[in-house]
């Protein structure tokens, strides 16, 4: 986008507060919680500016002190919080989450109509997403009117003006009325995307291919010019139009993968805009070296409890790789 800052990545998305049980086992029987910033769009924004993008989180949250809790927050993470909207209506969404000792997570959202999904596009700056080398889109914005039709407008304002749209394909098919409605949504917005991440399952879910490659091809006709599909603990898989690989994830003592894949969609993403070059010009080598980074800070945050809290600073994931070299 002409004169944009090549730093400044805006995510829009909704950001909750995660209660997480302060023991292992089901939400049934946590004896308390302790509150920490969640929602896969603001994680993203955290994990950027951890890396040093400027990053801005655009996002609707309630009037209550669960939303003074989450601007806090990404205050205290050098998040720019200037297109936060209060919602005076309706509240901040909570999420209560326990492990069980197997590493399973046990999961319930509360509120219905939360704020989050309350965005309109009338409230928004435009100037923010004007300025950002890329505009990243939430999943959670999806599920539900209005902030589905926010969504949409800003992807196709960002598209048309040349600008480079990320999403993050997260399927919480609990937040959805079906299946083939979540499929359809997310698929309409695969079309606007420039980088789109997922998981195995998710791109499984996405095109009915089980292989990496189809699946990949299949999410690639639609538009985006890069697909990055992370696999847990194997790593992750890249296509683009002139290249593909493989990239191998890290041998980590894996404690919390909990944002994990928001920790990788925001390193990959800090790659791109430090790269500042259109995505079909990055080479075979640049996109796997992306993709190391990320899968290594995607390692390190599996080795801290909570998501976004875990995420490492640039110093550490040097560190890192470095040992890992010289391994
Ligand atoms: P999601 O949480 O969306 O399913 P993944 O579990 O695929 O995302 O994790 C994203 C990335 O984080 C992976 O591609 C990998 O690089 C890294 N990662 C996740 N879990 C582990 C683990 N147990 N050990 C090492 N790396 C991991």
Not at 305 to 321: E, N, S, Y
Request: aromatic residues 8%.
């Amino acid at each position: 986008m002409a004169g944009s800052d090549s730093h400044t990545i805006t995510t829009v998305g909704e950001a909750i507060v995660d209660f997480v049980s302060t023991a292992p086992g089901l939400l049934v029987d946590a004896p308390g919680f302790v509150k920490a910033l969640g929602g896969e769009g603001a994680n993203v924004a955290v994990g950027l500016a951890k890396l040093g993008s400027h990053s801005c989180f655009v996002g609707k949250v309630g009037a209550d002190s669960f939303g003074r809790f989450l601007v806090k927050e990404l205050e205290k993470d050098k998040v720019d919080v200037g297109g936060v909207v209060i919602d005076k209506v309706h509240r901040t969404r909570l999420a209560f989450v326990s492990l069980t000792k197997e590493g399973e997570r046990d999961f319930e959202f509360w509120e219905k109509t939360p704020a989050g999904e309350q965005l309109l596009a009338s409230e928004l700056n435009s100037s923010i997403f004007k300025a950002s080398r890329i505009v990243n889109i939430a999943p959670l914005l999806l599920p539900k009117q209005p902030a589905r039709s926010t969504a949409f407008e800003i992807a196709d304002d960002v598209k048309s003006s040349g600008g480079i749209v990320a999403f993050d394909a997260n399927v919480r098919l609990g937040l959805w009325k079906s299946a083939a409605e979540a499929k359809r949504v997310m698929l309409h917005m695969a079309r606007r995307t420039s980088v789109l991440r997922l998981n195995d399952e998710e791109a499984t879910f996405l095109t009915g291919h089980a292989t990496l490659e189809r699946a990949a091809a299949k999410l690639r006709l639609l538009g985006p010019e890069l697909v990055a599909i992370t696999l847990g603990v194997r790593g992750s898989y890249f296509q683009a139009a002139s290249s593909s690989g493989f990239i191998p994830g890290f041998n980590v003592k894996a404690v919390d993968t909990t944002g994990c894949g928001d920790a990788f969609f925001a390193a990959l993403l800090h790659r791109i805009a430090s790269v500042n070059m259109p995505i079909g010009d990055l080479s075979a080598e640049e996109l796997t070296s992306m993709c190391r980074f990320a899968n290594a800070v995607g390692a390190l945050t599996s080795r801290k409890r909570g998501g976004a809290a875990a995420v490492p600073f640039p110093a550490d994931v040097v560190r890192f790789l470095k040992r890992k070299n010289d391994d």
